[in-house]
């Protein structure tokens, strides 16, 4: 527990187990609908499980209803990858192969998006834009030109920079069609850059 701001927060530490039994369950899932290993869970490139995915399973374990708020959207559909920095998404394949399974516990309706065009968004850019329309009230012009300008002014953590360091290297990578890095080839790359700014 901490006081911050004058206000008591209680943190909660996940066991390894835990981490490791979520992160084995989305592993699982994905070899279900994607024929073998999925590269976002590719146990060459490490797979952390994220923070939804995360949050998913502990309200699926607790709650009779779950709905999701400001899951899934991605920058491909012009958003940030996060509201509090502007640090960029990390790895796409992963997140893309949780997509899947986020979709798939939604058709089953284990859970729901609170959100419109969700699905859509990530069928075909058409059929994004065309459900956008209906909602200008979320994606209107001035509505996102308005959550940029707040966004912007987010700051962006040292972690951060080391992190667009690290995508732009990785994305030369793979353009040579060499392999994307291992868990801790990133991890050492993000340290070391880190270290240089010093």
Request: aromatic share 12%; with cysteine.
């Amino acid at each position: 527990e901490r006081i911050s701001k004058n206000r008591k927060e209680n943190f909660f530490i996940f066991t390894a187990d835990w981490v490791n039994y979520i992160a084995q369950t989305a592993f699982e899932i994905s070899k279900t609908f994607m024929g073998g290993e999925a590269s976002g869970f590719s146990s060459e490139t490490g797979y952390t499980p994220t923070s939804g995915w995360t949050g998913l399973m502990i309200a699926l374990n607790k709650c009779n209803k779950v709905t999701l708020y400001g899951m899934q959207v991605s920058e491909s559909q012009g958003f940030p990858y996060h509201y509090h920095n502007r640090c960029p998404q990390p790895y796409a394949e992963r997140d893309e192969a949780e997509w899947f399974i986020f979709k798939r516990f939604t058709d089953a309706g284990l859970a729901s998006f609170r959100e419109p065009c969700i699905k859509e968004c990530r069928e075909r850019d058409a059929v994004c834009e065309l459900c956008r329309a209906k909602h200008p009230e979320l994606y209107g012009p001035a509505v996102t030109e308005a959550g940029m300008k707040v966004w912007n002014q987010q700051p962006l953590p040292e972690y951060c920079e080391a992190r667009v360091e690290l995508l732009k290297m990785e994305k030369q990578r793979l353009a040579e069609g060499l392999p994307a890095y291992t868990k801790d080839e990133r991890s050492d790359i993000m340290n070391a850059y880190t270290a240089s700014k010093k």
